[in-house]
């Protein structure tokens, strides 16, 4: 029997939080705004106009490319990316081919959280990181088009990873930690509703013959730096056909905005190309778009390569350099899985720990919390991350706020002596049938007695103390 093995590679799509575009004044915060009104020559693509690149869009690049465990190139540059379509008014695209920003990092993934029985760590390589210009939006009114300009030349950062899966299980954990990682640096709101994150999975299916061994050039997810070397050495032009053992064809879905359509645009794709497969039929090389409400993929045009963009180098940007002291001062902040390290440390669980790193919000919240903790108030940071994850209705309080309860909570319970005596002596009086059987030796009895206390005390005494109080007094009687 033939087995199939999915061979999955990733590219992502970040828009920068920069204040304005890639080479022009205009803002990037362009969403929700009078269509064409956030535009200027540079990014309506007037002859003549000329880009200036964004300090802070390069910089931040590196900065992913760091977190992301890359190597940043020394000498890094534009190229121009051409095509036609109406959301493009320049005709080309001011992306990066050669020498993109950074190069060859990875990232893992932690696969002991709840959804994944299996446990483990794995390595996803990262192919790239590098630096482009957003194009116009296009919008369908009834029978028309209509073109808004205003996300033109918006910071577009893509991620590109080696084809390293082979689940869309995988596939997910790895875009929700790349998701959070984003967050964490700041760089971007990773909206996918407002599209400032979009996913294009590129898929093909391996078919192995039972009699093979099992191929174990796919998927080892091992820091495969050889390859990586000889891929340099040969200059990087990342077209499929450089990957020794791959289906020599792969699918591309475009512009996802949910991890959950990713997953099942890919299981879609991988069940469509393995009955080609079995029919003896080779699926073509394509990009295909995702329809959510019918769940399939459909056929958009089939795949253009590398050479068809006609790039060349932006001659209207001087290459940019990054000197070692530069690319060594870049300052990437504690990431989540550093954080759930040092969590676990200090004694939460796991689990736990994985929940409050997701949302940087909630983390910042948690963080700041654990910093008040002093050792007199008997408070232990799984307190606060108990009160943060199950205690959802202490949300709205402050800091500082929640801290105090949480130091409430952990207080020894103080009562009233005088009060805690009157009722113990009255419950005594009222119970009498529950004393007697107490006395004949039956536990129950007591245990009646301290609910019963407990009640009176509506719940502030201490069940051991009011235990112990109990039995002292009910056999002084005897
Ligand atoms: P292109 O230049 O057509 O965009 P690349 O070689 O740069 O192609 O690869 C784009 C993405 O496709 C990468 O994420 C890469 O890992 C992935 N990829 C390459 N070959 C395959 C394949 N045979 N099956 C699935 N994904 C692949
Ligand atoms: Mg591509
Ligand atoms: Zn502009």
Redesign the pocket.
């Known amino acids: 029997m033939d087995k199939y093995i999915p061979?999955?590679?990733?590219?992502i799509h970040v828009e920068l939080k920069t204040k304005s575009k890639m080479f022009c004044q205009c803002t990037a915060d362009y969403f929700g705004k009078e269509p064409n009104t956030n535009t200027c020559p540079v990014c309506l693509g007037m002859p003549g106009a000329l880009p200036v690149p964004n300090k802070k869009a390069i910089e931040w690049t590196a900065l992913i490319g760091r977190a992301l465990a890359c190597k940043i190139n020394r000498v890094s540059k534009f190229d121009r990316k051409h095509y036609f379509y109406p959301d493009l008014p320049k005709g080309y695209q001011i992306s990066q081919y050669d020498q993109p920003i950074a190069i060859r990092g990875s990232l893992k993934i932690t696969k002991s959280v709840p959804v994944h029985p299996a446990g483990g760590i794995k390595t996803f390589r990262i192919?790239r990181v590098h630096l482009e210009e957003d194009t116009g939006k296009l919008l369908h009114v009834g029978s028309d088009t209509l073109v808004d300009f205003n996300r033109s030349g918006v910071p577009l950062v893509e991620i590109?990873?080696?084809?390293?899966f082979d689940n869309t299980e995988d596939v997910k954990v790895f875009l929700e930690e790349l998701h959070t990682i984003i967050r964490y640096l700041g760089v971007s709101d990773a909206d996918m509703e407002k599209g400032s994150m979009r996913m294009e999975p590129?898929?093909?299916v391996k078919k192995i013959t039972s009699t093979k061994k099992q191929d174990t050039n796919i998927s080892q997810n091992s820091n495969d730096q050889q390859r990586f070397r000889t891929q340099l050495r040969q200059g990087y032009d990342?077209?499929?056909s450089?990957?020794d053992k791959?289906?020599?064809?792969?699918v591309?879905v475009k512009n996802i905005n949910s991890f959950n359509y990713v997953k099942k645009a890919i299981d879609y794709e991988i069940e469509r190309q393995v009955d080609l497969l079995e029919n003896g039929e080779t699926p073509m090389q394509e990009t295909r778009g995702y329809d959510e409400k019918k769940g399939i993929t459909y056929s958009q045009r089939s795949?253009e390569?590398?050479h068809d963009y006609r790039y060349f180098p932006e001659p209207d940007i001087p290459p940019m350099t990054f000197s070692k002291e530069y690319i060594e001062a870049i300052n990437i902040p504690e990431l989540p899985q550093e954080k759930v390290n040092k969590y676990v440390r200090l004694g939460l669980k796991i689990n736990d720990a994985f929940i409050i790193t997701r949302d940087k919000v909630l983390n910042d919240r948690f963080e700041k919390i654990i910093l008040k903790i002093k050792q007199q108030d008997n408070v232990k940071v799984t307190d606060v991350s108990n009160f943060i994850i199950n205690k959802k209705e202490t949300a709205s309080l402050t800091e500082e706020e929640l801290y105090r309860k949480i130091k409430e909570f952990r207080k020894p319970k103080e009562i009233d002596e005088k009060e805690f005596d009157t009722s113990i002596k009255r419950l005594i009086e009222v119970n009498k049938k529950a004393v007697e059987d107490y006395k004949k030796g039956k536990v129950n009895a007591l245990m009646f007695l301290v609910g019963q206390v407990m009640r009176e005390m509506k719940g502030k005494a201490d069940p051991k103390l009011v235990k112990d109080k109990l039995i002292q007094i009910l056999n002084s009687k005897s």
């Open positions: 061979v999955i590679g990733l590219e192919t590109v990873t080696e084809p390293d590129n898929i093909s990342g077209r499929a450089q990957y791959l289906p020599n064809y792969k591309e795949k390569e590398a």
